[in-house]
């Protein structure tokens, strides 16, 4: 496996976690049962709109749905990023044996699950808005229902890496979001984040003209409207730096939608994200548009079709980009250069 402090090259063709008790009985609080037992309602009682399972915690926060099918678009996903880096998790140059990790947004926790696996010296927590997560997992890995967007109640220069992915249109004040970040990682440590674009662009203007610029403009008039913006991809690495982070380096990829590549390693990619797109789609679009843009149920969906059929057509050259942002968090009395 590559090593993971090497930025790849774009290839242009191409505190303590609180465990959620599901079992009612047994307390001895007497009347803070019934508190307890509301408590637990409002985390997994889920609710479902135009077909889809949405989180009940924070209700509305989040777009995307948490069904059994976002969740396999999740794994797939996962799969798509691994192999966009090969085989990496990250990129950040982290010390060799990490003690506190933080990924915020864990989904599915994969990534956590995955990181615990390959670094048995870190406490890992993975924070979600959905109690998803599965049940066994490696002993050092915990999930907590979370919301990244309150304050977070972690001691101060706790992590040795805080790692988030796929938080567009998900938060609200992102300079307050890498404030808590920088606050809550310890000096030396490193901050992460994984971002895609919503639009499909190509480097021979084949996209021109095409649903893919018609559907990254529904988006960021959606996220805008919503009060969570999608641009976050092209706005990390500036505030990563505005929070105080140091060292910060951006890696940008091109990931290709469809098998059009002709290197192998691009067209697997490039089936893989289609795939991806493709049973994504309708999470990523359902909530957004009918619930912030006005469309029907059915709107969305005639829409999604001739989505589906844009990605599938190979005469469009189209790729998403894709950024890695890393940076550390100045030791204490490091002095910093000035850019």
Same mark, same amino acid.
Request: glycine share 8%; charged share 25%; aromatic share 12%.
């Given at each position: 496996?590559?090593?993971?402090?090497?930025?790849?090259?774009?290839?242009?063709?191409?505190?303590?976690?609180?465990?959620?008790?599901?079992?009612?009985?047994?307390?001895?609080?007497?009347?803070?049962?019934?508190?307890?037992?509301?408590?637990?309602?409002?985390?997994?009682?889920?609710?479902?709109?135009?077909?889809?399972?949405?989180?009940?915690?924070?209700?509305?926060?989040?777009?995307?749905?948490?069904?059994?099918?976002?969740?396999?678009?999740?794994?797939?996903?996962?799969?798509?990023?691994?192999?966009?880096?090969?085989?990496?998790? +990250?990129?950040?140059?982290?010390?060799? /044996?990490? @003690?506190?990790?933080? *990924?915020? !947004? $864990?989904? %599915? &926790?994969?990534?956590?699950?995955?990181?615990?696996?390959?670094?048995?010296?870190?406490?890992?927590?993975?924070?979600?808005?959905?109690?998803?997560?599965?049940?066994?997992?490696?002993?050092?890995?915990?999930?907590?229902?979370?919301?990244?967007?309150?304050?977070?109640?972690?001691?101060?220069?706790?992590?040795?890496?805080?790692?988030?992915?796929?938080?567009?249109?998900?938060?609200?004040?992102?300079?307050?979001?890498?404030?808590?970040?920088?606050?809550?990682?310890?000096?030396?440590? +490193?901050?992460?984040?994984?971002?895609? /674009?919503? @639009?499909?662009?190509? *480097?021979? !203007? $084949?996209? %021109? &003209?095409?649903?893919?610029?018609?559907?990254?403009?529904?988006?960021?008039?959606?996220?805008?409207?919503?009060?969570?913006?999608?641009?976050?991809?092209?706005?990390?690495?500036?505030?990563?730096?505005?929070?105080?982070?140091?060292?910060?380096?951006?890696?940008?990829?091109?990931?290709?939608?469809?098998?059009?590549?002709?290197?192998?390693?691009?067209?697997?990619?490039?089936?893989?994200?289609?795939?991806?797109?493709?049973?994504?789609?309708?999470?990523?679009?359902?909530?957004?548009?009918?619930?912030?843009?006005?469309?029907?149920?059915?709107?969305?969906?005639?829409?999604?079709?001739?989505?589906?059929?844009?990605?599938?057509?190979?005469?469009?050259?189209?790729?998403?980009?894709?950024?890695?942002?890393?940076?550390?968090?100045?030791?204490?009395?490091?002095?910093?250069?000035?850019?």
């Amino acid at each position: 496996m590559a090593s993971p402090h090497v930025p790849l090259e774009i290839d242009t063709e191409g505190q303590k976690f609180i465990t959620i008790d599901t079992d009612p009985s047994g307390s001895d609080y007497g009347d803070s049962q019934s508190e307890l037992t509301s408590l637990r309602s409002s985390i997994t009682n889920y609710y479902y709109e135009n077909g889809r399972r949405y989180h009940a915690y924070h209700a509305g926060a989040y777009w995307g749905p948490n069904d059994d099918k976002a969740q396999e678009s999740m794994q797939i996903g996962h799969e798509v990023y691994r192999l966009l880096l090969r085989g990496r998790l +990250y990129l950040a140059p982290i010390a060799d /044996s990490p @003690q506190n990790v933080l *990924d915020v !947004g $864990t989904g %599915t &926790g994969l990534w956590a699950i995955e990181f615990g696996d390959m670094h048995p010296s870190a406490r890992v927590i993975g924070t979600d808005l959905s109690p998803i997560q599965p049940s066994f997992t490696p002993p050092n890995v915990q999930f907590e229902v979370d919301d990244c967007c309150d304050p977070w109640l972690y001691k101060n220069d706790t992590f040795d890496f805080v790692h988030v992915r796929g938080l567009y249109g998900c938060v609200s004040d992102w300079d307050k979001f890498y404030r808590e970040a920088y606050k809550h990682t310890k000096p030396g440590g +490193y901050i992460e984040q994984l971002e895609q /674009s919503v @639009q499909g662009k190509s *480097d021979d !203007g $084949t996209t %021109t &003209g095409t649903m893919y610029n018609e559907w990254a403009q529904h988006f960021l008039n959606a996220g805008d409207t919503f009060g969570k913006t999608f641009r976050v991809v092209d706005e990390a690495k500036d505030q990563i730096k505005k929070a105080g982070f140091v060292d910060v380096v951006e890696c940008r990829y091109k990931c290709p939608i469809g098998q059009w590549p002709k290197d192998p390693h691009f067209k697997l990619l490039g089936k893989l994200n289609r795939v991806y797109a493709e049973e994504a789609i309708e999470g990523y679009a359902m909530m957004l548009f009918t619930s912030v843009l006005g469309w029907t149920r059915d709107e969305v969906q005639v829409y999604l079709a001739r989505m589906r059929s844009t990605l599938r057509n190979s005469s469009i050259h189209a790729y998403q980009e894709i950024v890695v942002v890393y940076g550390r968090k100045p030791l204490e009395g490091e002095t910093v250069q000035a850019e």
